[in-house]
């Protein structure tokens, strides 16, 4: 199963971003601290996880502290072994998800994939600019590859290019 797991961080200096090997983590923990060994005194340190053009993590932290995850799909956990890691603990987000999908019901948009179980913190970017109810409409829409979510999520948190850059290199 082939990732790419990409860092956002915000520091004094602003956003900057850097890949995250996860190859040979042991536990979340261990996710966590390579999190934070891309910028120790990082405000805001930011992980999204992309799976095989099929599933995508967030992960949070905050002043290097209070981990939180949202997960796209459950079924990232039975998938694989980092997929059990990241999301395998998780449980369904605080929104319904059939809420989410009833209210955003449009002709012109794709549907929302019928399958999709999301999990985890819905809401750990919602003081950035992103909503719970926007996360799981992107990662719910069928059609919508992880990179494409990552992509739009950190065009609204304002760290698009920053990431963008990190892809191209």
């Known amino acids: 199963m082939s990732y790419f797991a990409g860092a956002a961080v915000r520091g004094s200096a602003g956003w900057t971003a850097a890949e995250v090997n996860l190859n040979g983590v042991g536990d979340i923990e261990e996710v966590a601290d390579r999190l934070r060994d891309v910028d120790l005194d990082a405000a805001i340190s930011l992980l999204f996880v992309e799976s095989d053009d099929t599933y995508l993590v967030v992960m949070r932290l905050d002043e290097g502290e209070d981990l939180r995850i949202f997960g796209s799909d459950s079924a990232f956990a039975e998938e694989s072994r980092l997929g059990y890691l990241l999301v395998g603990d998780l449980k369904a987000p605080a929104i319904e998800i059939d809420d989410v999908v009833e209210q955003t019901a449009d002709p012109d948009k794709p549907a929302a994939d019928p399958d999709a179980d999301p ?51």
């Open 119 to 169: 999990v985890g913190e819905a809401d750990l970017l919602a003081d950035l600019g992103v909503s719970a109810r926007r996360l799981l409409e992107l990662c719910t829409r069928e059609g919508l590859l992880p990179a494409d979510v990552t992509a739009e999520v950190c065009q609204t948190v304002g760290c698009g290019d920053e990431v963008e850059e990190l892809r191209e290199a």
